[in-house]
């Protein structure tokens, strides 16, 4: 098994932490308030959207937290998972996983199958409307883990099936990356990257299922990004821009 390592990640301006155990990367760096990266071997308490359990074995996966202070309006933090999602796909495909793709709002897929996730918190930085500091975590399956698939009750993919990549190589690339779609989004906003992402959306142009946050369901034609990152979907009452839910399922016209 190879060993995260913080001294093989360079990233200048960034404290890097590794550590083998702890609650959740999450919460811990959201008691931070500078830039700092922490990556863990084992999360005990690891966490997906809405609260759900993020399952890892020690070593298969890689599960780290990048918190910064971001100079956008808060009002714009939601658009920060889809930021994510850009540069961790970005960096999977030149790695070998050609067809790493993006399902809204937070999940990294490859051909349906969940590869990873992405978790964003937020907290006002000094009492700014227009600064946060706001941690992202991301986490992604590295090494084939028997069972893992039926515990989420879903098919799930690995980097390894597809890559010969250490996961000190995928922390330092992501990382970077990530850092850098940062600082392209606090120039630009969501504009910034909103054509990559919809560029490797997974379910561009398909008809989806929504679970919206009360429970109820809505069908519609995916069609992209909303000027804020809500999904668009084309619905028989015309375009509804849904900014809280989960995709429950896809399928082709």
């Known amino acids: 098994m190879d060993k995260l390592d913080g001294a093989a990640v360079v990233l200048p301006g960034v404290e890097v932490r590794v550590v083998e155990r702890c609650t959740s990367t999450n919460d811990l760096l959201l008691q931070e308030n500078h830039t700092v990266l922490l990556a863990a071997e084992e ?72 590869l990873g996730g992405i978790l964003v918190e937020a907290r006002t930085a000094g009492g700014s409307r227009e600064s946060s500091y706001a941690v992202i975590g991301l986490g992604i399956n590295c090494r084939r883990t028997p069972g893992l698939g039926a515990r989420l009750g879903r098919e799930v993919a690995f980097v390894s099936d597809f890559a010969a990549v250490s996961r000190n190589e995928l922390l330092q690339r992501t990382a970077a990356t990530l850092l850098a779609a940062i600082d392209a989004f606090e120039a630009g906003g969501l504009d910034a990257l909103r054509a990559e992402w919809e560029a490797m959306d997974a379910h561009a142009g398909q008809r989806l299922r929504v679970r919206l946050a009360g429970g109820r369901v809505v069908t519609g034609v995916s069609g992209g990004l909303a000027e804020d990152g809500a999904l668009r979907l084309v619905t028989r009452n015309g375009i509804r821009a849904v900014r809280s839910g989960r995709v429950v399922s896809a399928s082709t016209q």
């Not at 359990?53 to 020690?58: E, I, V």
């Not at 910064?68 to 796909?89: C, D, H, K, M, T």
């Not at 937070?106 to 349906?112: H, I, S």
């Open 43 to 114: 999360q005990t308490a690891g966490r997906g959207r809405r609260g759900r359990r993020w399952h890892s074995a020690p070593g298969a996966g890689l599960t780290f937290s990048l918190g910064r202070r971001i100079r956008r309006p808060a009002r714009e933090l939601a658009a920060l998972s889809l930021v994510a999602g850009v540069a961790a796909a970005r960096v999977l495909r030149a790695l070998g996983v050609r067809k790493a793709a993006l399902k809204w709002p937070n999940d990294l897929l490859v051909e349906g199958a969940k």
